[in-house]
């Protein structure tokens, strides 16, 4: 059974500071997604990571891809409040075609 | 370019009543997924469609969900008769297909439809 775990579950952090969210899963994949939700609204699309050692950033977020390691990161530098939402990695199989399945998702606050 | 329409945004049910959802994906995505999101958890994938076709509904509950995506378009998820634990909002994303060049597979998510059953 695929499994996509996100850790941490739930993260509370000053602004300022800076973290790491993990993404690990279960089974062979070559791409990994990384979409940010807010309260109530739907998923957007924050970056799409299509090979090992992918690195992508925007603005203070930064992921990059292991597939070797079967591990994604998100890195937050200089949290500000606007980053405060639940954060999902979703990995798609390449086998069974276009398969997306997501995480658990992190849910992120950040203290003024 | 429009994105993923879904409807109804909000509905509200009795358990054992019957409900629909409708989405209609961005143009010229082959293909396209209903999620459900209980809340505090992630989408978990119900049905994934390739044109008209069922890819994958092995997490779809057959006894109570149907899908259909007649005309490899628009796409309706429906549940009867609903229960209480099928309280959540039913996501649709739609894609190009990843094998085409350039395409990066990226899910587009339409808003929603939040379901509450009493």
Same mark, same amino acid.
């Given at each position: ?26 089974? *062979? ?47 937050? *530098? ?30 992120? *606050?950040?203290?003024? | ?118």
């Amino acid at each position: 059974e695929l499994k996509v775990e996100q850790n941490p579950l739930f993260l509370s952090m000053q602004e300022g500071k800076n973290y790491t969210i993990y993404c690990n899963y279960s089974t *062979t994949s070559d791409r990994l997604y990384w979409y940010r939700q807010d309260p109530g609204k739907s998923l957007e699309s924050l970056f799409v990571l299509l090979s090992n050692g992918a690195v992508k950033q925007e603005g203070r977020l930064m992921a990059s891809l292991d597939t070797k390691a079967r591990l994604s990161t998100l890195h937050i *530098t200089a949290a500000v409040h606007d980053l405060s939402a639940t954060y999902f990695c979703a990995v798609d199989i390449i086998l069974t075609g276009n398969q997306f399945y997501f995480g658990t998702g992190t849910s992120l *606050t950040v203290i003024p | 370019e429009a994105g993923v329409a879904q409807s109804p945004r909000y509905k509200i049910i009795e358990k054992r009543q019957s409900v629909a959802f409708w989405c209609n994906p961005i143009s010229g995505h082959a293909t396209l997924y209903w999620y459900q999101q209980i809340l505090g958890q992630g989408p978990k994938l119900l049905i994934q469609f390739q044109n008209n076709g069922v890819v994958d509904d092995s997490q779809l509950p057959k006894d109570r969900f149907s899908a259909e995506r007649l005309k490899g378009v628009d796409s309706t998820l429906k549940i009867q008769p609903a229960k209480l634990e099928d309280s959540a909002v039913y996501l649709c994303a739609s894609t190009t297909y990843r094998g085409l060049a350039g395409g990066s597979g990226e899910l587009f998510f339409g808003e929603g439809s939040r379901l509450t059953v009493l």
